[in-house]
């Protein structure tokens, strides 16, 4: 004997399919473009004028982004930890290839939120010829939305900064344990300074 399907049932039904849907509709989307960390919602994006701020250097100096953007373009990398296995590879790449971002006039700075005095071993021990801000109250992490709030540090990010204030780069990376290739970052620079394909 068989049963005519309710109106219950019906709706049941209904609903079940259109959670199927949701679901798969989900797994296709797209990362944000970027690159394959990109896909962390930020407040800010590529073209936006990039929050100013004011930080103190590893030697208690005031740093801001707006005089360091007076003369010229700034890689602003967030990072997790001072002498960190994954950061500690991290900065001394830069340092290595400090120079080929100085012939495409970038500077670079280093957040993290660290103490001072934990920014001045790192810097010292493995000689980095750029500054590191820190940014132990979080606000500017937070204004770059990329404070990993469960752990509450920054998350490993860069911003490329023009001379205009304008944003013309920017990659945050999904795990805290990745960070991108040296070559595939300084190209990524070149690129969005229009020198590169």
Known sequence: MTHKPTAARDKAIAVFAAILVAVSLAGC??????????????????????PDFTLK?????????????????????????????????????????YGEYNKLGVQIVGISTNSLESHMKFKRKHELPFP?????????????????EKKGVSRRSYFLV???????????????????????????VKKALGGGK
């Open 132 to 148: 590191l801000l820190s940014d132990e109250s979080k606000v500017v992490t937070k204004a770059y939305g990329v404070l990993h």
């Open 29 to 50: 989307r797209k990362p944000a473009a970027g690159g394959r960390g990109d896909v962390r919602t930020t407040p800010i994006k590529a073209g936006d004028k990039a």
């Open 162 to 188: 023009g001379n205009d204030g304008v944003i013309r780069y920017l990659f945050v990376e999904q795990y805290q344990k990745e960070k991108r290739g040296k070559d595939e970052l300084l190209a990524s």
């Open 57 to 97: 250097d590893q030697d208690g100096h005031d740093v801001s982004l707006k005089d360091l953007t007076a003369d010229s373009a700034v890689l602003v990398a967030f990072y997790p930890q001072d002498d960190s296995p994954v950061c500690t590879a991290e900065m001394k790449e830069f340092r290595d290839m």
